[in-house]
């Protein structure tokens, strides 16, 4: 998951995407370490939320994506 925001600031600042961006990884980066200590304890039920929630990451990221481009702040 570090890798994955590395790689997506990487993309941001080589095209220019700035603030909105910056949030946008900050946001993932929470939703990341909700994720890791809520399945930390291993028990299934925890680890099976953990994944289900991968969907708000993916959001996160498409809205930020989407304004970052109208705005280019």
Not at 31 to 48: E, K, M, P, S, V
């Given at each position: 998951?570090?890798?994955?925001?590395?790689?997506?600031?990487?993309?941001?600042?080589l095209?220019?995407?700035?603030?909105?961006w910056?949030i946008?990884?900050g946001?993932?980066?929470?939703l990341?370490?909700?994720?890791?200590?809520?399945?930390?304890?291993?028990?299934?039920?925890?680890c099976t939320?953990?994944?289900?929630?991968?969907?708000?990451?993916?959001m996160?990221?498409f809205?930020?994506?989407v304004?970052?481009?109208?705005f280019k702040?």
């Amino acid at each position: 998951q570090g890798l994955f925001i590395l790689l997506l600031a990487l993309i941001g600042y080589l095209q220019h995407f700035g603030f909105i961006w910056a949030i946008t990884l900050g946001i993932c980066g929470g939703l990341f370490i909700w994720q890791y200590g809520h399945c930390n304890d291993r028990q299934a039920q925890h680890c099976t939320e953990s994944f289900l929630h991968n969907h708000k990451v993916g959001m996160v990221i498409f809205l930020g994506l989407v304004l970052s481009l109208l705005f280019k702040i």
